[in-house]
């Protein structure tokens, strides 16, 4: 289901300009699991950095929001959580963040920013040394008072417009935390699951756990315990959350589209099953999800 985001999506955008470096950065895309960026895009800024390159298995992308709103203004966003972990800067400290046990939301009032490390699939587990994935929801602090200098740098870097500058500030303690914890089981671990991933990424709608686990050369029972050890969420599900996330997308650059034919589009037989997973997923129904996506876009035009 890649090739739907082969076009470059706008990422979220705000009133008053924008750095230039900054503003490139905005425009890759896609807004997979951000729930309505196009009623974002005045809100706050988000920038990705690519990580170094002997991060990149455990890290996906950094990604770097800053938002300066009226006062007396508050903003909320949902994100639909991906199967992953992050690591986080901002004005509490330097926390890592399991996988949210449901929809994730921040409000932001004032002016802010925060950087953000999305982690791999499996990276939560691995860079923090963990025997398991994690609780899901579980927040604690990465690296405890040592990244105190280092999160209030980088909080202020991002401030100032430099998001690459705040993101090669935190790099050194990631990379600290990784050569403690790294191990041949980790490391196998994520490449099997990074192998996983971009299969089910461009894999055909429908896909099922067993066609999944045919093209990666294992058994489905192998593959739900390498999800479960490791990811904490099952093949299946990361299937569904995936058909979800790519719905939505669809939704937010067109929400005039035939529920129906999205519901096939992206893998479900019937529509109203499609309905009850985005529920659970978005909170709202697609149609009603579309509309407010719509409200965002009227607005602007």
């Given amino acids: 289901m890649r090739q739907v985001f082969d076009d470059d999506v706008p990422v979220a955008r705000v009133a008053r300009p924008a750095p ?18 196009v009623g974002a895009r005045d809100r706050f800024a988000l920038a990705r950095v690519e990580p170094a390159p002997d991060l990149a298995d455990l890290v996906d992308w950094h990604w770097v929001i800053t938002w300066d709103l009226p006062p ?6 949902t994100v639909m959580p991906h199967p992953v972990g992050h690591v986080v800067a901002e004005e509490e400290g330097l926390l890592a963040y399991a996988m949210p ?7 932001l009032t004032g002016a802010g920013a925060v950087v953000g490390t999305k982690l791999r699939p ?57 050569e403690r914890t790294r191990t041949p089981r980790s490391a196998a671990a994520l490449a099997a699951l990074g192998e996983a991933f971009a299969v089910l990424a ?23 315990r390498l999800f479960a050890d490791w990811v904490g969420v099952s093949p299946k599900w990361v299937l569904q959350r995936h058909r979800v ?15 129906a034919g999205l519901a ?37 035009a």
């Fill in 122 to 178: 499996g990276g939560y587990r691995a860079l923090l040394g963990l025997a398991d994935p994690g609780e899901r929801g579980a927040v604690g602090p990465f690296l405890g008072p040592t990244a105190a200098l280092a999160n209030a740098e980088a909080l202020a870097q991002a401030r100032a417009g430099e998001p690459e500058a705040a993101v090669r500030t935190l790099t050194p303690l990631l990379r600290d935390a990784a």
């Fill in 72 to 77: 007396g203004t508050a903003f909320t966003q």
């Fill in 202 to 224: 461009d894999a055909v709608p429908g896909t099922s756990v067993t066609a999944l686990a045919d093209r990666l050369g294992t058994t489905p029972r192998s593959l739900q």
């Fill in 20 to 37: 230039a470096a900054q503003a490139s950065a905005l425009e890759k895309g896609p807004t997979l699991g951000i729930v309505d960026p």
């Fill in 245 to 259: 996330h790519v719905a939505a997308e669809l939704l937010g650059r067109d929400p005039g589209l035939d529920l």
């Fill in 101 to 107: 046990a449901g929809l994730f939301r921040r409000t």
């Fill in 264 to 300: 096939a589009a992206v893998g479900y037989y019937d529509q109203a099953h499609f309905t009850g997973d985005f529920v659970r997923a978005v909170g709202v129904p697609p149609g009603e999800y579309a509309r407010t996506c719509g409200r965002g876009v009227g607005q602007r």
